[in-house]
């Protein structure tokens, strides 16, 4: 009877630190103790139990995590201002890295901009956003 409480133990601990850290990290140990739970509930020995909950730990963990780290990996999306970079726009106001000039239009939104290269980019120019420095992107013109 004392094992039950143990297992119980460590499915609860399991799913806490699983609900904390959302990274499917600690979801294969409660399913090992789940199923040495459930070997308790028919009093199998302690030692087998704690063979089973290893064993059913490592085997989901083996063959659930590529394919967890992959749904993690999917699901990615930019939703700051990196997500502009690689973006298209268009200059709306003559860019001049000499003179502290310039904006850009990118995805409706205008931005201060400066030249990558340094040179001048003039109004109406399609760019690539390189890259961000502070509230500045750093574009390239894009020759066509």
Known sequence: MPMIWIWIAV???AVIVEA???QLLSV???LGG????ILSIFNVSATIQIIVFAAVSAVSLILFWPLARKLNKKGFEKTNA?????????VVEAISNLD???QVK????IWTARSAGGEDIAEGAKITVE???GVKLIVSPINE
């Open 11 to 13: 499915i609860v601990i």
């Open 20 to 22: 904390a850290s959302v």
């Open 28 to 30: 294969w140990f409660a």
């Open 34 to 37: 789940l199923v040495a739970l």
């Open 82 to 90: 990196d997500r502009y970079i690689g973006k298209e726009g268009i």
């Open 100 to 102: 502290a000039k310039g």
């Open 106 to 109: 990118v995805d409706n939104q």
């Open 131 to 133: 890259r961000i420095e």
